[in-house]
């Protein structure tokens, strides 16, 4: 497609709003009610939270009007980046929400025991400490946010008159995982196996720390080769906004299966095959540098794949 493509006038404009814009104000809605009600008797950074949530508000609006004045491509793509971009700030609010609820890593480490007879997340990187392999599996991690531009992007140029499902069912999945990490507490091996001790870990032992991670956030390392490029691009992804929270299931591994979904569905076998190669790898990195256990990554690919078919069928019927 031609570049200029990207600023030709709409010859049928979106009228109003977008169903990823409906999905994401419905989402700050229903975690300001929950954020309001959870700040009565625990301490929680209500005020700046419900600002952010304000000012994507107008800032949803702000879009809305300035594709009206200029409907086209490129005036669309920002309305759905602005939202994709502000993703980063949803995440740890999950933590400021769960945290107030006991935790619940005993139970899933104590199934992850039972199901693999070990702890892949204290194994692997143990076991695979080669620099080959800690690169390749955190290239795999960090994969991440490219094939969601990729994805983005070829439907912009390729897919356009999908481009709003695409927005829809790439948004919505990542605030269904949200909403679970709000109910679901659980840290992760990084953040569990610290509060315990790997000692107690490796032993199979797996005790209940109740309220612990409600004013604590010490996590282990990142293992692997120390030297990498990717090995340093996690640590500062990590450091970025990772929060004792949102481990199960994976929602790098879940979002990244619906992108795969929408690669295929977009009828682009060679986007579909130079994509996989990357969740492969993704799914491994997630519990290699323990931000998950196992079980998290598998469960991800099926509520991946459910989310995915279930967004698309609440757009459909929408529409």
Partial sequence: MDLKQLFARDEQPRQGFLAFEWLIMAYLV?????????????EMHLMPMLSVRLQTLAAIFLL???YALKPCRFTMFLRALAQMLLLGLWYP??????????NLDHVFAQWEQTLFGCQPALLFA????????????KMGYESYYVVMVVVMLYYLFKRFEDFDRMAFIMLGGFFLFYLVFIFLP??????????VGVDQIAQGVFPNVGYYFENNTDCLPIPGWQDGLFHQLTIISHDAGERPTAAFPSSHVGVTTILLWLAWQARSRWL???????????FF??????????IDAVAGVFVGTVYYFLLRYIYKKSR
Wanted: proline letters at 7%; aromatic letters at 18%.
């Fill in 30 to 42: 229903l975690t300001s009610i929950l954020m309001t009600y959870y700040s009565f008797g625990h």
């Fill in 126 to 137: 143990q076991q695979y400490p080669q620099p080959l392999v800690s690169e390749l599996v």
């Fill in 285 to 294: 990195g997630t519990f290699y540098i323990m931000a998950h256990y196992a």
């Fill in 64 to 66: 809305k009007e300035i």
């Fill in 93 to 102: 609010d999950t933590y400021e929400l769960n945290r107030v609820l006991p």
């Fill in 272 to 282: 579909f095959f130079c994509l996989l190669p990357c969740a492969v790898l993704m």
């Fill in 186 to 195: 659980v840290a992760g091996p990084q953040f569990y196996y610290c509060a």
